[in-house]
């Protein structure tokens, strides 16, 4: 393992290859952008001074949280991740609006991309952290089935990643949050979480594996401390993660607080005892079970001073067992993968390529996307969609709407389909869905709204012209021959038919309401002329005492003007 002070520079591209076409000859057609880049203050450094500036860089000052985008995909976020309201599936969006600054520079110019490429130290320099319960999974068992998923994103995030990239990385963080059924303590000890450890000896440079207990559940922590107390007092030579050299467990504090390392010394220093009791002074957990942290800690420490890289895990470093743990991530295009330039090109059984012919890769999800015909062999719609906003009549008198596809990369991102590829079981309740607002919602602008009750196609229109098309709705509808199944397309079928008597209700309604509405206008009106009325009245009543007033007072002065004078003769 390389020492701290240790700088690498440069990679072995036998071992990394690397999907960076270079530009040695001067007759290659970017030999000249290339030279102009070379050229530069800055390019013109040592490789090793660059890569120090480069460290400082993009390097963050906190962790970073990693999240998977999608299934199946190889793209990660970080930060905070909130689901994309453009698709009903499990996508992930970010919502941390400043980008990473290692993205900024590797797009800045051709030779800074080089160097982050063939030296990616973003992954040495950062700490990643893996937070547990994940969103996506919230559907499954609370225990056994659990456990499996535990660790499945790292494990996904050390396949979909580079080989260059996977062996630089240093400091991995692990934060569990407890659905107070179980300790974390399992998730350490089974042999059969055996996927992620080929994976972590690809990590060459790796310094510490931190698995952080949340502050939450303070009462369940002495289970784990007595059997996390029980395994380091064992044997090491047994392939799991609890046997890892570099793993330390660290309890979180709480919020803004340090956590409280298990492990890095043989005693626990008073600062650090004081200020972790401080925070739980309240829980008489810590209180009484002091001695037990210190044994543990103790032990902890006893173990990290053997052997760094024990032979099982050095065996782990195998290329069936890399091989095997990465196609066990499920991955579309993994971290060996994304290197190849030709998609003909990348690794895998004969009939996965044969199969990936027919997809095409999604860059911005990271996923290969079967590219599927839009309609079956029946006529029957078969991309996914997430509503209707439109029904109208085509130039050959034949009902259309419009959807909005569920993939959010398809483009234009809606469009117009038949009415009878939609008319099946699963599909017709979007057109429901598309009227509901018009006959149920309450409104206040209820002359917009019978406008376009009056300019939209009636539901009742919709039934005649899809009967005639394609039979009685009972039966288009109805999944089997059984009772219960005929039931079924009867419902569907009433359903339309309340809609179709609705519709006219409603419009007549809003017509109601209109007239309703323009009598309170002219009344309003009525109102408002005769209070202008009064009010000009009034106004003229004011404006002539007004000028009685002002009349007045001009005949007194003049009067007293008048008197003035004769008293001053």
């Avoid at 701290?4 to 007759?27: F, H, M, R």
């Avoid at 006219?504 to 209109?514: G, Y």
Wanted: include cysteine.
């Amino acid at each position: 393992m390389a020492s701290g002070n240790e700088l690498t520079v440069g990679t072995n591209d036998k071992q990394y290859p690397s999907s960076i076409v270079k530009v040695p000859q001067a007759d290659h057609p970017l030999y000249a952008q290339f030279v102009r880049n070379t050229s530069n203050t800055f390019i013109s450094l040592p490789i090793e001074i660059r890569l120090i500036i480069y460290e400082y860089a993009v390097a963050i000052n906190k962790n970073i949280t990693v999240h998977h985008v999608t299934r199946r995909s190889n793209k990660f976020l970080w930060g905070e991740k909130q689901l994309d309201t453009r698709s009903s599936s499990k996508i992930w969006s970010n919502s941390e609006q400043q980008p990473l600054a290692v993205l900024s520079l590797s797009q800045t110019c051709r030779q800074f991309y080089m160097d982050l490429e063939h030296n990616p130290v973003f992954y040495r320099v950062n700490t990643f952290q893996f937070t547990w319960p994940r969103a996506d999974t919230s559907t499954l068992p609370r225990i056994s089935a659990w456990q499996e998923e535990s660790l499945a994103e790292l494990s996904e995030f050390l396949a979909a990643i580079t080989p260059k990239r996977r062996a630089m990385i240093r400091y991995v963080h692990v934060a569990y949050d407890f659905n107070g059924e179980w300790a974390p303590y399992y998730v350490f000890r089974e042999p059969r979480y055996s996927h992620v450890l080929p994976l972590l000896s690809q990590c060459k440079d790796i310094r510490e594996l931190s698995f952080i207990l949340p502050s939450n559940l303070p009462h369940l922590y002495d289970t784990f401390l007595e059997n996390g107390l029980n395994s380091a007092q064992q044997r090491h030579d047994i392939p799991m993660l609890w046997n890892l050299p570099f793993l330390r467990v660290k309890v979180a504090a709480a919020e803004g607080g340090r956590p409280l390392a298990l492990g890095d010394s043989a005693t626990i220093s008073r600062l650090s005892w004081v200020r972790f009791r401080h925070d739980y002074q309240d829980h008489q957990v810590f209180r009484s079970n002091g001695r037990l942290i210190t044994q543990f800690n103790r032990a902890m420490f006893a173990r990290y001073r053997g052997d760094e890289w024990p032979q099982w895990f050095q065996d782990m470093d195998n290329p069936d067992r890399v091989e095997q743990a990465i196609t066990a991530q499920d991955l579309d295009v993994h971290g060996e993968n994304r290197i190849a330039q030709n998609p003909s090109q990348r690794t895998g059984p004969v009939s996965s390529r044969t199969r990936r012919k027919n997809t095409i890769y999604d860059h911005s999800l990271g996923v290969l996307q079967r590219d599927i015909p839009q309609y079956s062999e029946n006529g029957i719609l078969a991309w996914n969609f997430k509503e209707v906003t439109g029904i109208r009549l085509n130039d050959s008198s034949e009902l259309e709407c419009e959807v909005i596809w569920d993939l959010p990369l398809r483009v234009p991102a809606s469009g117009w389909v038949p009415v009878r590829a939609l008319w099946v079981d699963g599909s017709e309740s979007h057109l429901r869905a598309y009227y509901n607002p018009y006959i149920y919602d309450r409104v206040v602008h209820h002359r917009n709204h019978c406008e376009q009750m009056k300019n939209t196609i009636s539901p009742s229109y919709v039934l005649e012209c899809m009967t005639k098309l394609c039979g009685d709705a009972a039966e288009v509808f109805s999944i089997d021959e059984s009772k219960r199944g005929r039931g079924h397309g009867n419902v569907i079928k009433k359903k339309w038919e309340v809609m179709g008597r609705m519709w006219p209700a409603r419009i007549k309604n809003e017509e109601t309401e209109l007239i309703y509405e323009e009598k309170e206008r002219q009344k309003a009106e009525r109102e408002h002329r005769k209070y202008e009325r009064e009010r000009q009245k009034a106004e003229r009543k004011r404006q002539r005492e007004k000028g009685k007033g002002e009349a007045t007072a001009s005949a007194k002065g003049k009067l007293n003007l008048t008197k003035a004078k004769g008293k001053a003769k």
